[in-house]
């Protein structure tokens, strides 16, 4: 049996099991959910099994476990690695989603008629993981595997995959493998396959403004002490200038320029940019001066707050004014920016801004290194080759803006390259509420990645 018909034939059972693994909450950053991980790992090392892999262990950690499974059929022939995240986001605000987050429904969308499956971790990376574990339930059981098979499913993906780091430096060995192929990207639209050919990097930071030595009456204090809050308000909005430009001395000086043929070919890939802001519900895009929309979401650095808090926020008014206001700042970087020096002058600027009426303190959180990958390897050949034969396009390389550090450490630890194959579409409110996954998009993976491990071991022979 191909691959289409074997989906077409057990879709119902896929989706069924897909559901169940979506009802545990592994909420990675919340320790309240530290049991709802583990339970998690549990199931995935059993699906692994059952889908035909010889061997499957969970590894512990300092962290949460990895799961590790494999199929040796001969040690001659390629191995493909697969690597995907059990574990996800928190689900706030949740009075935002219009189903609970971890009891899935099924409902029809513009873009997805045929239904998409509503629940957190959906797309991101449940879903797309799991693809894998059904495109190799569907080799093993058709005689269709053509080559090795290894499996590395973390659970900490969302929280900055600490643990990973600490399992390759210790398994290189068992984790050696010829091509690493991952899920969790998108692609630009059900009748537009891509291939993600780079991530951008991160800088994660939290800052604490301190002004007086206790909260004080606004209107006995106001005005002539410094209100923390309006000052970090007031240093935030020196960060960028007037063309969004950020203002750190040095930010820029590493960054890679794409040349104009470059930024040429990446204007080919169809985009609205009136579609994009209705999507959005907003009256214009808004971002650094001299670049497109799509370079400002993915070849360009970026600074945003995501979230800020002090003072009081309770129901009706309180007059206040705060001793301390915090806000938590991520840094987008590109190639090839070192995310410890961006942090370091991102401290040494933003210290050195406060005005004298208060303290500052930058507290680094964790980082990460962009990645691009060339379009004439064999494993970008052999995606591109299994897309051909599913969707019928050859599919478009595109890089994205998200970020999955671990990439950059694969090839650095493992020396090999990963191949991004991504099947959810950025309307799919990953880490938003109502997140879902096209019911379409999981099967259309289902189908297409079994198409990669055939030509991938054609292509290297
Ligand atoms: N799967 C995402 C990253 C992603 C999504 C890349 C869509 C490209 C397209 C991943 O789970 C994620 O959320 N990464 C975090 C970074 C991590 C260190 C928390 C991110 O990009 O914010
Ligand atoms: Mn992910
Ligand atoms: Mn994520």
């Known amino acids: 049996m191909n691959t289409k018909s074997y989906v077409e034939k057990n879709k119902d059972r896929f989706i069924n099991e897909l559901v169940e693994l979506l009802k545990i909450p592994s909420i990675s950053a919340d320790p309240a959910y530290k049991d709802d991980v583990i339970k998690t790992s549990e199931v995935i090392k059993n699906s692994l099994l059952e889908a035909g892999c010889d061997k499957v262990e969970i590894c512990e950690t300092p962290g949460y476990p990895i799961v590790y499974g494999e199929k040796i059929i001969d040690p001659n022939l390629p191995t493909v690695l697969v690597y995907g995240h059990y574990d996800v986001q928190p689900p706030d605000p949740i009075n935002l989603w219009d189903s609970p987050p971890f009891e899935p429904v099924i409902k029809k969308t513009d873009l997805h008629p045929e239904g998409a499956i509503f629940a957190r971790g959906a797309c991101d990376d449940k879903g797309q993981m799991y693809m894998h574990v059904k495109a190799m339930e569907y080799m093993t059981a058709n005689n269709d595997l053509p080559c090795n098979v290894k499996f590395m499913i973390e659970g900490e993906e969302e929280v900055g ?44 930071v939290e800052v604490e403004v301190t002004g007086p ?35 750190i001395p040095g930010f820029y000086d590493k960054v890679e320029e794409l040349s104009a043929e470059e930024r040429a070919e990446m204007a080919k890939a169809p985009f609205s940019q009136e579609a994009y802001n209705k999507a959005l519900d907003i009256a214009q895009e808004h971002g650094e001066k001299g670049y497109t929309t799509n370079e400002r979401n993915s070849i360009r650095p970026t600074l945003d707050v995501n979230g800020i808090w002090g003072g009081y926020t309770g129901e009706g008014a309180k007059t206040v004014i705060a001793s301390k206001a915090y806000a938590k700042i991520s840094m987008r970087l590109v190639p090839d920016q070192d995310w410890h020096e961006i942090t370091d002058l991102f ?21 990460g290194t962009a990645y691009v990958t060339p379009i004439d390897s064999l494993g970008y050949k052999a995606a591109s080759a299994a897309y051909e034969d599913t969707f019928g396009k050859t599919p478009i390389p595109q890089r994205s803006g998200g970020s999955i550090p671990i990439v950059a450490l694969f090839e650095k630890e493992l020396n090999s390259k990963s191949i991004l194959m991504g099947f959810g579409l950025d309307s799919d409110a990953i880490h938003s509420p109502n997140e879902h996954f096209g019911v379409w998009n999981y099967l259309k993976g289902i189908e297409t990645i079994p198409h990669f491990y055939k030509h991938f071991t054609e292509m290297s022979k």
């Open 161 to 204: 995959s600490e643990s990973l780091g600490w399992f390759l430096e210790r398994n290189r060995e068992k984790l050696a493998n010829d091509v690493i192929l991952i899920s969790d990207t998108g692609m630009i639209a059900k009748d537009v396959p891509s291939i993600t050919t780079g991530l951008r990097g991160l800088s994660y």
């Open 213 to 247: 030595n206790r909260d004080l009456h606004s209107g006995l204090y106001g005005g002539a002490v410094a209100n923390p809050i309006n000052i970090l308000c007031d240093m935030i909005s020196q960060l960028q200038d007037e063309d969004n430009r950020i203002t």
């Open 347 to 367: 401290k040494k600027h933003f210290e050195s801004i406060a005005p004298a009426g208060v303290k500052v303190k930058v507290n680094p959180h964790h980082g």
